[in-house]
């Protein structure tokens, strides 16, 4: 801070002069000390420049309302919201939503560096905070067939840019607790900043050998118990509610009935499509259900801002408090996490008006490269009548690994009610990559769903009751450069086009939504789960790193022996 504003803001906080702007007569949440405490907010250049008794030149009423900072998710991917990144951080914001960590690693997987900076350029000068989390496991580990790789020195340039945070979630732990030179070379690289991980269930000695390696966070926990393991172990806890991952349930309860009050916990919400976010909220949801479920509403504010603040190393975001940066909720209701009004370097962030989508580079719309694949190639037998079969999950990403008998001798598999058909197929580098295997729990009758978003390579994926719509919704995919596609009785039903790297739309959110909502509704008519996101949950049935198995374009990968699987 320059002497000259200091000695300006001085005379503010003692009373000498008018702030710029003061809110007056609110209910103030204070995070350091969990009180709430009666007062008035002054706020000068977007700084809170004193809490108390104060005159404004401008000022505004809030009896009856809350004051509580802004809050931060800890870990997202925009690309996952399927509209430009502008457009999330507009519509999020909305939702009392001011700072963003993002980790660009799905645009990192298709385009490489040029993927990265389209997220970085994006959200140079929007109306929020967004942070950036350098990739680390581009690809996500040695069996994926991705774009591109990214090595610690490609990343090293992007340490001057003072948004570049840290070290995204390192995803392939087997590399770090082995000691592979080219993993710890990226650690070592931001050795004096944040590394985020992602570990789910691993053992307890990997789990500690991987700490050991400076990795401070994971959002992968869906158990309570899981969590307090890593807790033991030093880690921040990110609490993730996505679309497909919901988690907020199982942890905030835990820590409910342990009497607990959410030190070292966090909240994110890692992949969440946009409709939910305007259906449902985006932060905001996090702290409404944990304060359902029992948590101290300051508590459960906490966990959404100076927690993540403090983990992040922000000194001036996450509170209210003189020095910090005026990034504010107005508050109807605290338990109801009622919004009013947000502020964002003390400025109201409006409800309405145009959202602005900027261009995108004509070579991140030309992504989608298949090579020689037909309907033969999602032929699946068995020389002894043994299947094996991914077990999906109600409500998380995890699988379960199942072999299943389904005929007696060699025979060719055929759908039915309880199992499908799930493919993936390469789409970086026309390889003809493509692995088949049987998929439970997904329910899809009468036709194929597939999309060119799948965690975290985003080769094609497609589940469907016979080959024939299957081949159609590849093909389809193919015609329009990535998306979401439905095909139904041997006919396209609809498709959602993703042209920004077969990962996001640029047609506006509105038009995003009114689509996504018709073809879920679709998806769910023909026989998919009423509480299953049809393209998220599709999305992750492609990534190594997620226990217990997989489905690759090399073919079924078992997570857990690191080895890949027979049909």
Not at 418 to 438: D, N, P, S
């Amino acid at each position: 801070m320059e002497l000259k504003d200091y000695q300006r803001y001085s005379e503010i906080t003692r009373g000498q002069r008018k702030a710029e702007l003061v809110l007056k007569n609110a209910e103030i949440v204070n995070v350091f000390t969990g009180e709430i405490l009666a007062g008035d907010v002054a706020i000068e250049d977007g700084i809170i420049v004193g809490t108390g008794s104060y005159e404004g030149k401008t000022e505004r009423d809030m009896t009856g309302k809350y004051i509580c900072p802004g809050f931060i998710d800890s870990h997202l991917h925009l690309e996952s919201t399927l509209v430009t990144p502008g457009e999330l951080v507009t519509v999020a914001s909305r939702h009392g939503t001011t700072t963003f960590i993002v980790d660009p690693h799905e645009s990192a997987n298709v385009s490489g560096l040029a993927g990265i900076d389209y997220i970085v350029n994006q959200t140079e000068d929007v109306s929020a905070n967004v942070f950036v989390m350098m990739p680390s496991c581009v690809p996500a580990t040695s069996i994926d067939d991705n774009g591109c790789t990214l090595t610690a020195e490609d990343m090293a340039p992007y340490l001057k840019n003072k948004r570049i945070l840290g070290l995204g979630e390192v995803m392939d732990y087997i590399s770090v607790v082995n000691g592979e030179a080219g993993m710890h070379q990226k650690l070592t690289l931001f050795e004096n900043r944040v590394r985020d991980g992602h570990a789910p269930f691993l053992a307890e000695r990997d789990l500690q050998a991987y700490v050991m390696a400076g990795i401070k966070t994971d959002h992968e926990c869906s158990e309570f118990e899981y969590a307090m393991r890593e807790r033991r172990n030093g880690m921040t806890i990110l609490i993730r509610e996505g679309s497909a991952a919901r988690n907020v349930d199982a942890i905030v309860s835990g820590l409910v009935e342990n009497h607990m009050t959410g030190e070292g916990f966090c909240f994110c919400t890692d992949d969440k499509h946009i409709e939910d976010i305007e259906r449902e909220g985006h932060i905001d949801h996090n702290v409404r259900r944990a304060i359902e479920l029992g948590m101290n509403p300051v508590d459960a504010i906490k966990m959404a801002t100076i927690h993540s603040a403090q983990c992040y190393g922000f000194d001036n975001l996450g509170a209210i408090a003189p020095g910090y940066q005026a990034d504010l909720i107005i508050l109807n209701d605290l338990e109801k996490v009622s919004i009013d009004e947000v502020y964002y370097k003390g400025k109201v962030v409006q409800k309405d008006g145009k959202i602005e989508i900027r261009s995108c580079p004509e070579e991140l719309k030309n992504t989608v490269h298949v090579g020689g694949f037909s309907e033969a190639d999602l032929k699946l037998e068995s020389p002894d009548g043994f299947f094996t079969v991914i077990e999906m999950q109600d409500g998380q990403i995890t699988t379960k690994k199942q072999i299943k008998k389904l005929a007696e001798g060699k025979c060719s598999f055929v759908s039915d009610e309880q199992l499908q058909k799930i493919a993936v197929i390469e789409r970086h580098k026309a390889t003809g990559k493509t692995g088949v295997g049987i998929v439970s729990g997904f329910g899809i009758r009468g036709g194929a769903i597939a999309s060119s978003v799948s965690h975290d390579s985003h080769n094609i994926i497609v589940i469907g009751d016979n080959d024939k719509d299957m081949w159609l919704a590849v093909q389809e995919l193919i015609r329009v450069q990535g998306g979401y596609t439905i095909v139904s009785d041997h006919r396209v039903f609809d498709t959602l086009e993703l042209p920004v790297m077969g990962l996001m739309s640029d047609a506006g959110y509105q038009y995003s939504n009114r689509k996504l909502k018709t073809m879920i509704d679709k998806a769910h008519e023909m026989g998919v789960g009423r509480g299953v996101d049809p393209f998220i949950t599709l999305s992750f049935m492609a990534l190594p790193v997620i226990p217990e198995i997989r489905i690759t374009p090399r073919g079924i990968y078992d997570v857990l022996s690191g080895e890949f699987s027979r049909n």
